[in-house]
Every structure is written in structure tokens, then in C-alpha cells.
């Protein structure tokens, strides 16, 4: 389908979804929102194995894009974040592994799609901020993903100062997977995203979607969740072939069924 705000590139075996509004640094306008959740749904139909995220121009996002958002009134204000959550959600709904591919810098919502994201590389020149805190409209929304990946000491931090961590901190912290040499950016997303895509795109599937699930509950209804989910998927055409596969010492052959 066409795009006015995003632009999808398909390779062999995955799909990169590039924010392309580099005039706008990539600012998060609804439309623009709709457009990434359009993307996402596409390529999550799609046979693609993996999903990397990108952004054009010299920065990942500037996050929301505040041209659209002043004058809204409290409904306006709560469909647009509605289509935020959405989209967030949706990145982790996809079965594909949804990469971010992190250069300059990366702010608010900007931030909370690298900390939505199933994995991150970050090049060395990035940079990444919630900067609500310091001004008037505290970053509520990114919050919810960014404290789910750093943990809530170094949240506060981020969110109550509004200060930018560098690359170095972010990759310390847990917010990205890999810091490289600007240059090697590309090579290492490729890289990681191919061997976390190895094996059944069905088995992926519903490990990604388990796994996000059993986050969000007590150990004990987590162990529950999960064993219930790994005992089912054994009956799955490629549980069944990856053990035979694995006792024949042979390659397996995947339905992804």
C-alpha cells in the first residue's frame, strides 16, 4: 500500500519500516502514527521474518509532534494517544522480532518506540531523552515503556530530569542490545536480526506473545501461563519436527503452522 509519511522497504527475508519525515525529524503527528501502525500490520501479515525500524534524515524521532498536537481538546488529546498505545502495543503483537535501528537522537516517543521494540543497536552517535520533565507536560505515556526496560531508579532519572543518556549509558542501562561504530550500524541490525529470527516463524510467534504476556503477571500465574503455552505448542507441526529433526541429526524442514 502507499504511504505519505512512511516508507516500507522489503529485503529477502525482512521488511524495514522507515519514518521518512526527516524535515519534520521524524515527528510523530497522528498521521504519521497511523501510517507506522498501517506498516506494522502489513508487514506483520506478511511471510517477513523480522521487522527493523528506522528513521530518515539525521535524527531516529524527535517523538510527538507537537504542531499536531496544540489545540487539541481532551478528546482530540486522548484519540491521538490512544493511537500511540496502539501502535506500541501492535510492535509487540506482530509475530515478526521488531528491531530499532537507533542513530542520532531518539526522545520521548522517539525513546518509548526503541524501549517498545524487541531488540535495539544503537550507533555510537545516538542519543536518547524523555525531556518532559524538565518542561510542562510530563512524558506519562513513554514512561510505561522506557521504566519496563531500565528498571524504575534509572526511569525516574530519565523522566523527572529530562536529561539525554549517551549510547554507552543506554546499552549499560538495557535500552538497546548493541552500541557500534556509526559506519557498522546497518551490518550489526542485519546481524542480530537474522540469528533472532532462526527457526520456526510460528514457534517465534508465540514465544514473542507468551513472553510479553507472562511479563506482566506474578511468578507463580507467570510459571502457569507458561506451561500451559509450552505444553500446547508441543503438538505444533514444527515442535514436532524440530525434536525429531534434532534425535535424527538432521536439518529441519518448518511449516511455520
Known amino acids: 500500500m502507499g504511504y505519505e509519511?512512511?516508507?516500507?522497504?522489503?529485503?529477502?527475508?525482512?521488511?524495514?519500516?522507515?519514518?521518512?519525515?526527516?524535515?519534520?525529524?521524524?515527528?510523530?503527528?497522528?498521521?504519521?502514527?497511523?501510517e507506522l501502525l498501517a506498516a506494522f500490520r502489513e508487514v506483520g501479515d506478511s511471510d517477513a521474518r523480522g521487522i527493523v525500524l528506522a528513521g530518515q534524515g539525521?535524527?531516529?524521532?524527535?517523538?510527538h509532534d507537537f504542531g499536531?498536537?496544540?489545540?487539541?481538546?481532551?478528546?482530540?488529546?486522548?484519540?491521538?494517544?490512544?493511537?500511540?498505545v496502539e501502535l506500541m502495543e501492535t510492535m509487540q503483537q506482530v509475530p515478526q522480532v521488531v528491531l530499532a535501528r537507533v542513530h542520532g537522537l531518539a526522545t520521548a516517543a522517539g525513546c518509548q518506540l526503541v524501549a517498545t521494540a524487541?531488540?535495539?543497536?544503537?550507533a555510537e552517535s545516538a542519543g536518547f531523552a524523555t525531556p518532559g520533565g524538565k518542561g510542562g507536560w510530563f512524558c506519562h505515556t513513554p514512561m510505561v515503556a522506557l521504566a519496563r526496560s531500565v528498571g524504575r531508579k534509572r526511569a525516574v532519572e530519565m523522566g523527572f530530569t529530562g536529561d539525554p543518556i549517551d549510547a554507552a549509558t543506554a546499552l549499560d542501562w538495557g535500552l538497546v542490545n548493541r552500541v557500534v561504530p556509526d559506519e557498522d550500524l546497518d551490518a550489526t541490525c542485519t546481524e542480530l536480526?537474522?540469528?533472532?529470527?532462526?527457526?520456526?516463524?510460528?514457534?517465534?510467534?508465540?514465544?514473542?506473545?507468551?513472553?510479553y504476556h507472562q511479563m506482566g503477571l506474578p511468578q507463580h500465574d507467570a510459571y502457569a501461563y507458561a506451561l500451559e503455552v509450552m505444553a500446547s505448542t508441543s503438538q505444533s507441526a514444527d515442535a514436532v519436527e524440530g525434536m525429531a529433526a534434532f534425535l535424527d541429526k538432521?536439518?529441519?524442514?518448518w511449516q511455520h503452522t
Open 5 to 34: 509519511h512512511v516508507e516500507v522497504t522489503w529485503h529477502d527475508w525482512y521488511a524495514t519500516v522507515w519514518m521518512s519525515l526527516p524535515e519534520r525529524r521524524n515527528a510523530l503527528s497522528e498521521a504519521h502514527m497511523r
Open 58 to 63: 539525521p535524527v531516529f524521532s524527535a517523538g
Open 68 to 84: 499536531d498536537m496544540a489545540g487539541r481538546d481532551l478528546g482530540q488529546m486522548r484519540t491521538l494517544l490512544g493511537v500511540c
Open 118 to 122: 524487541d531488540l535495539a543497536v544503537a
Open 193 to 211: 536480526l537474522d540469528r533472532a529470527t532462526r527457526g520456526s516463524r510460528f514457534s517465534k510467534g508465540v514465544g514473542k506473545q507468551a513472553l
Open 250 to 253: 538432521r536439518r529441519a524442514e
